[in-house]
């Protein structure tokens, strides 16, 4: 097992960026990928970036792809989202998951369904 906690968030304006953290638990940290999700007011939650077990693999959601960057360091347990530009429509919780990736033919995945451990999410708000 793995417990996820992000950190990071916080109230921002349009142009700023951030980065997110998700530390993780565990010794098993290297043998998942992991994907950043997020959820706005009202909206299903959508997957935006994911990275690979060794992180020499990264996979980003059209919308975003360009602004964000995922990055994980497996020494420090550590996954990070950096996002830059950030929109108004960029206002949502932002979750960290990790992907056992169990007979999986891709070294990143981005269906909600194949992660299997959830962080509690983090705050991010953008004022315009």
């Known amino acids: 097992q793995v417990q996820l906690v992000e950190s990071g968030g916080g109230l921002v304006h349009a142009g700023d960026s951030l980065r997110l953290s998700c530390q993780a638990s565990g010794r098993t940290f290297s043998s998942y990928a992991m994907g950043w999700f997020r959820q706005a007011p009202g909206q299903e939650r959508e997957f935006v970036a994911g990275?690979?077990?060794?992180?020499?693999?990264?996979y980003y959601d059209g919308s975003v792809k360009g602004r964000l960057t995922i990055s994980r360091d497996n020494a420090k347990n550590t996954v990070y989202l950096q996002v830059n530009s950030l929109k108004p429509e960029d206002t949502a919780v932002y979750y960290c998951?990790?992907?056992?990736?169990?007979?999986?033919?891709?070294?990143?995945?981005?269906?909600?369904?194949?992660?299997?451990?959830w962080g509690q999410g983090t705050q991010v708000t953008v004022s315009s």
């Open positions: 990275i690979s077990r060794s992180g020499d693999r990264t």
């Open positions: 998951a990790a992907d056992q990736l169990i007979e999986s033919p891709v070294p990143v995945r981005d269906g909600l369904q194949w992660y299997d451990y």
